[in-house]
């Protein structure tokens, strides 16, 4: 199969996850949830009720809602499920980051990781089963697409990472739970995991219209961020309708070196990548957006790089992120030197371009930036240790 008839298919969105004729409640979002309960002869109190439970309560099974009889509970159990992925692996690094492999009803997986900062944290989540990209830097493109996740399974990821994170705003009944300052958080979703979230783009956006809700998670538009290689179309579409943050998978300075690294290159040019971020720009003035860039020893680190860099950004509120490349057993590449990193960062920020150089977390449960690739995957090629 071409390149091309991949990225196609990989865009085509899937129907609401059914198992047994019963519809996953984590894939709708409130009004799907209202009219869904409605055929059913359920007031949309109740749907409400349902939601408050299942976003605000971190509730499993129906036969908890105290708050619904027994026949309605009965009912629900007849036409909906809400049940969590299972954990099949839970990883904690020497420095804190939390990697866990998680499988769906069907047997495939995907990896989540919790970054903590404090009392504060990132999660980072996944998009699709394996990847079509095939950036040569990167674990996660050596492992072939298996399928899109619905949008219940990716709101899922977020819900088990709760669920281990004692994260819940309130207790049984709604009591409200006393502040822990000690109790980790999650207070950011980045779309950076397993995947091209803009080819999984229907499902990632309703996920994060779920996300969201102000009468569920509450999570704030500005601390949801999409993280893409240059799909360019949807770069539009995403700053025309969705209003989270935009990142950008960038890697490469010139055409020929991005279409070797970086294959999305081939169908989406630097130009018109570069035309997409004005637009979003436009639309979310002050939005940041940010640009990923790994450091490649003697591959993309030069100071004429960092120049270029500087050149293509200029008129864009950005922040570029410095990644040192996270090794993995068989890549073909070598993280440059700490020196390296600093002289072209420091290049970047005399052009006035703030440039953080990301600290590397969980490398040793492959948990860091491009080490994602399910175990399921793994055990098909070299085995690593974990």
């Not at 990781?113 to 996660?140: D, K, W, Y």
Request: hydrophobic letters at 40%.
């Amino acid at each position: 199969m071409t390149q091309a008839l991949i990225m196609k298919e990989a865009e085509q969105a899937e129907p609401l996850q059914v198992v047994n004729r019963r519809a996953n409640l984590l894939g709708m979002n409130r009004a799907d949830m209202t009219e869904a309960m409605a055929a059913l002869g359920i007031k949309p109190f109740r749907a409400k009720q349902v939601w408050n439970w299942i976003y605000r309560n971190g509730i499993t099974d129906f036969a908890s809602m105290s708050n619904i009889g027994k026949e309605m509970q009965a009912l629900l159990e007849q036409h909906f499920f809400m049940a969590r992925a299972r954990i099949d692996k839970d990883l904690v690094s020497f420095d804190g980051t939390r990697k866990w492999l998680l499988e769906f009803s069907d047997g495939q997986k995907v990896e989540t990781v919790f970054i903590p900062e404090g009392n504060r944290g990132t999660l980072c989540i996944s998009s699709q089963v394996g990847c079509t990209l095939a950036c040569t830097f990167c674990h996660t493109g050596t492992q072939r697409l298996v399928r899109n996740l619905v949008a219940g399974e990716i709101v899922d990821q977020v819900l088990v990472a709760m669920d281990a994170l004692g994260g819940w705003q309130q207790g049984p009944r709604g009591a409200k739970r006393d502040e822990d300052d000690s109790q980790q958080r999650i207070t950011n979703i980045v779309f950076m995991g397993m995947g091209e979230p803009m080819f999984n783009y229907a499902h990632v956006a309703r996920a994060c219209e779920i996300l969201i809700d102000e009468q569920g998670l509450q999570l704030s538009r500005r601390k949801v961020t999409i993280s893409t290689s240059g799909v360019v179309p949807r770069i539009r579409q995403m700053a025309d309708e969705l209003g989270v943050n935009l990142a950008i998978s960038l890697h490469g300075v010139r055409d020929e070196l991005r279409d070797e690294i970086v294959p999305i290159n081939r169908k989406y040019k630097m130009d018109a990548l570069m035309e997409s971020l004005h637009y979003y720009a436009s639309k979310h003035p002050t939005r940041s957006i940010l640009i990923e860039y790994v450091m490649l020893k003697d591959v993309n680190d030069s100071d004429a790089d960092a120049h270029i860099l500087a050149d293509l950004l200029e008129g864009l509120n950005v922040k570029v992120n410095l990644i040192p490349f996270n090794p993995w057993p068989g890549s073909p590449y070598v993280c440059s030197s700490n020196n390296r990193i600093h002289a072209f960062g420091n290049i970047l920020i005399r052009r006035k371009i703030p440039c953080p150089i990301r600290t590397t977390r969980g490398a040793d449960i492959l948990a860091a930036c491009g080490q994602l690739k399910s175990d399921s995957e793994l055990k098909k090629g070299q085995k690593v240790a974990l």
